[in-house]
């Protein structure tokens, strides 16, 4: 089973931009379609961006269309989720997990369980 670590997160201010990066290790990356999640303090936990395993499908919902661009690099085992015009509203603890197979990467369950996540801020 993969093995998941986010990094990248910070403080940022509203319109700036993060790219978080997610390092999977062992075996089997390149087969799992990937999300990317948040869950802010108090609200249940969301998907931001789902990829298949090729990376030639993407989803996002409507709140982060057009913002959130999600890729990966399966010789490198990373996946990431680039963040720009980053508004308030998006602070939360992200997190990267690998999908369940068969479903569409808009609803795959999460397949791992959660890494710790990592913090992204935007204030001003």
């Known amino acids: 089973q993969v093995q998941l670590i986010e990094s990248g997160g910070g403080l940022v201010q509203p319109g700036g931009s993060l790219r978080l990066s997610c390092a999977a290790s062992?075996?089997?990356?390149?087969?799992?379609?990937m999300g990317w999640f948040r869950q802010a303090p108090g609200k249940s936990r969301e998907r931001v961006a789902g990829v298949s395993w090729t990376g030639g499908i993407t989803w996002y919902p409507d709140s982060v269309k057009g913002r959130f661009t999600i890729s990966r690099d399966n010789d490198k085992a990373l996946l990431y989720l680039q963040m720009d015009k980053l508004k308030a509203w998006d602070t939360a603890v992200y997190y990267c997990?690998?999908?369940?197979?068969?479903?569409?990467?808009?609803?795959?369950?999460?397949?791992?369980?959660w890494g710790p996540g990592t913090q992204v801020t935007v204030s001003a």
């Open positions: 062992g075996r089997g990356f390149s087969s799992y379609a």
């Open positions: 997990t690998a999908l369940e197979a068969g479903a569409s990467v808009a609803s795959a369950p999460p397949l791992s369980s």
